[in-house]
């Protein structure tokens, strides 16, 4: 095999975790993929993602699979509290002329999509599995799993999210992930009369949007500040939801207002950032995804960024060169684009939360996704 490597762990199956063992495996390595998850589940709400993402689904061959169950639309309107458009943002197509420069769709039907991809190929799915120890040498790294069981690999990624325990173990000395005084409010709903696409609404302190998740449905998110990380009741969300969203004068949301219920699956998450500095990789162990650099939504990039990772971590695996120029590689084709969407993301909650500057907030989303329509 290319790069020495033949065998490879990957430790979580969430979207970076699932891409890694469907390209690897595809590109002849022999994968073992573990998740904690005995049912490999993912929660009920939408997710953004730019044309770059669907760029990698088309890679994938599941960009077909990914227009049946989610939802491709062109461009980005932003809007006052009120209905008035200020400004539409393109978004270049740039997975092909034939496909719109983002969608969205439900976070289970993009994860039933990709796992069942995972299961169709090569890849050793062990669920309700985590590693209890992971020790290098020369010539390898040693596993051992939360059964008992062990294995021996030539490289170990760690996708295990924004806490990741691969990071811990590999990285002692990482930042923590860090709330960054605000929070996301999510719902699904019947698609509003008069919405095509992404459409955000700035208002004083508070932001609300909605994307096309089918041709029917839209997930809505509202980010608000919080000083302090508190619990949140989920008895509570319908009332605080609807609250916040009757701030806006716009009738579409005073309209979604008035309905919204317990139906329209609602959840809250508290936001939290982290960048891993480089390196970042160890030896014979490597980051991608959320495990490396988790970012705020602002940008609805993480999962893009994850997902691309996958994909050129596996291209420069399999490029021939020997393992340490193929990690080295991989981190600096990604490092700063990673790094972008962190720290973009991260300005775009400030400007949110001091209610600033909105031409700074739309230049900002607009420089972003320029450069994340670029290549990879
Ligand atoms: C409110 C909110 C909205 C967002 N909206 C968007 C959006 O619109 N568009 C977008 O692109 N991104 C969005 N993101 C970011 C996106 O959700 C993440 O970047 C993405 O899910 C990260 O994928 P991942 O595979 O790296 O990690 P995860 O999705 O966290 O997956 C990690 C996997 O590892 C498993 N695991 C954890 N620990 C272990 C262990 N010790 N052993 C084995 N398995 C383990 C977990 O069960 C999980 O399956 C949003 C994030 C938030 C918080």
Known sequence: MNSGIKKVLVIGGGFAGMTAALQLSRGGFAVDLVEIDPQWRSYGA?????????????????????????????GVEMRGPDDSVVVTLPTPRVAGPELPGGGAIMRPALAKMLSEAVRASTTNIRLGLTFTDLSQDA????????????????????????NSAVRAKVFPNAPKPRFIGQSVWRAVLPKPEGIETVTMWMGPKLKVGMNRVTKDTVYLFLTEDRATNDHVAPESFVATLRALLERFP????RKIASELSAEHQIVYRPLEQMLLPRPWYANRVVLIGDAVHATTPHLAAGACIGIEDAMVLAEELSAGADLTS??????????????MVVENSGRLADIEIEGGNREEHASIMQVSMKTLAGAI
């Open 46 to 74: 939408g997710i953004s993602l730019h044309g770059s993402t669907l760029r990698v689904l088309k890679q994938l061959g599941l960009i077909e699979r990914f227009l049946d169950v989610g939802y491709a639309t062109d």
């Open 139 to 162: 010539d390898g790294v040693s596993a051992t799993f939360s059964d008992g069981s062990r294995g021996r690999y030539d490289l170990v990624i760690g996708a295990d999210g924004l």
């Open 250 to 253: 716009s009738p579409i949301i």
């Open 326 to 339: 193929a990690l080295s590689a991989f981190e600096e084709r990604r490092y700063e684009r990673c790094r």
